[in-house]
């Protein structure tokens, strides 16, 4: 089992509509990370959470620490937010932080 | 700078040559990791820095790989003699401690032709 789940793998939407990917995790953590990666392959960091809600634009990400679960919501969906959307935790050990990540959502917004 | 910076943001080589990626990490942030991700994969831990040291380097897929870091501030990870599997998005990302939040680059991606 992967110590990362995100779902929906792929996602397809027309645009404006509202869109949610989720991530589950199942280590504790010291943060979570959404990451967006293009098809051209740049990663852009989008947020990093411990606690409550971010809201950047037309991005809102969200995390329930008690039940290990956050979700990434984008509303009035846009072609230019057609990217994979990828799910990082921090899980602080003895020797240092390790990154768990999960399998990427890949969102195609059709105009 | 505000944040992590990597350069190249891209980079084309032909196979057999060296290339050199460097991340440039929020300043006094002690810890440094470098992950790659290939196409179609997920991403996956490469090494791990904690000021100018190495302690866990189990990521570095072969002795092609190789990742230093000096004055607690820049890394570099070298590929000798690139082949085409080591086409990859290349990313960097930094925390103040090695327990603290990170922060991500932007990723260099390398493509060996």
């Known amino acids: 089992k992967n110590e990362v789940e995100q779902s929906p793998q792929n996602l397809t939407a027309q645009e404006g509509e509202f869109i949610t990917i989720n991530c589950s995790y199942s280590v504790g953590i010291s943060a979570l990370h959404w990451l967006q990666q293009h098809p051209g392959g740049g990663i852009v960091s989008l947020f990093m959470l411990s606690s409550g809600k971010k809201k950047h634009g037309r991005l809102i990400a969200t995390i329930n620490i008690q039940e290990k679960h956050s979700s990434l919501h984008i509303t009035a969906s846009h072609p230019r937010d057609s990217a994979v959307y990828i799910c990082a935790v921090q899980n602080p050990k003895n020797t240092g932080n390790q990154f768990y990540f999960g399998t990427g959502t890949s969102l195609t917004v059709i105009p | 700078g505000a944040g992590v910076s990597q350069s190249p943001s891209n980079k084309v080589t032909e196979k057999g040559k060296d290339v050199e990626l460097r991340c440039d990490p929020i300043s006094g942030h002690t810890a440094l990791y470098w992950y790659r991700q290939r196409l179609g994969q997920g991403l996956e831990f490469l090494i791990y820095?904690?000021?100018?040291?190495?302690?866990?380097k189990s990521g570095l897929p072969s002795d092609r790989f190789s990742a230093e870091r000096t004055g607690e501030s820049v890394s570099t990870l070298t590929i000798q003699r690139t082949q085409q599997e080591d086409s990859a998005v290349y990313l960097c990302?930094?925390?103040?401690?090695?327990?603290?939040?990170?922060?991500f680059g932007q990723g260099t991606r390398l493509t060996v032709v």
């Open positions: 820095f904690q000021g100018n040291s190495a302690p866990d």
């Open positions: 990302a930094s925390s103040l401690t090695e327990y603290t939040e990170a922060f």
